[in-house]
């Protein structure tokens, strides 16, 4: 698993787009919070990184 790129909104069902897009240079640590931007509606979404999403 990993951080995804996009997720869908779950206010307007659109494409939400991480930012910033490139990987942290260390990689991404349980607890970090990654911004996802709906290209829809603007919505921003914040999600947690979650241990599933760093294990290998
Ligand atoms: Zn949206």
Redesign the pocket.
């Known amino acids: 698993m990993a951080v995804a790129d996009t997720i869908v909104?779950v206010?307007?069902g659109?494409t939400?787009h991480r930012q910033p897009f490139e990987r942290p240079e260390f990689g991404w640590q349980v607890g970090d919070i990654v911004t996802f931007r709906?290209s829809?509606?603007a919505?921003m979404w914040y999600l947690e990184v979650a241990e599933d999403d760093v294990a290998p």
């Open positions: 909104c206010d307007c659109g939400c709906c829809d509606c919505d």
